[in-house]
Nanobody
Framework: QVQLVESGGGLVQPGGSLRLSCAAS????????MGWYRQAPGKQRELVAA???????NYADSVKGRFTISRDNAKNTVYLQMNSLKPEDTAVYYC?????????????WGQGTQVTVSS
């Protein structure tokens, strides 16, 4: 069974920081691209940050310079360090694992963790 379990969400004031973690099991973690997505009520889920198996990163323009995605293959864990948080960062944050093999996509989602940025 594939499991992606997020943790680290919570309530934080604007300008504060949070570190999200996603622990994966049931996949060969090192070959998967990992990503963090977020979804606010009434809005589409959007990619926040992604990291390839080789360590290349990609960020949404809205979070560049504030968020950092990283991975620890030995721990089967991907992280999202979020600094200088803004109210518009409020959303449920989801961990995603993705791998395409011979045109077949393996794609998995975590349950999500709530991040609320409010004073």
């Amino acid at each position: 069974q594939v499991q992606l379990v997020e943790s680290g969400g919570g309530l934080v004031q604007p300008g504060g920081s949070l570190r999200l973690s996603c622990a994966a099991s049931g996949i060969i973690f090192s070959i998967y691209a990992m990503g963090w997505y977020r979804q606010a009520p009434g809005k589409q889920r959007e990619l926040v940050a992604a990291i390839t198996s080789g360590g290349s990163t990609n960020y949404a323009d809205s979070v560049k310079g504030r968020f950092t995605i990283s991975r620890d293959n030995a721990k089967n864990t991907v992280y999202l360090q979020m600094n200088s948080l803004k109210p518009e960062d409020t959303a449920v944050y989801y961990c995603n694992a993705d791998q395409v093999v011979q045109d077949y996509e393996y794609n998995y989602w975590g349950q999500g963790t709530q991040v609320t940025v409010s004073s």
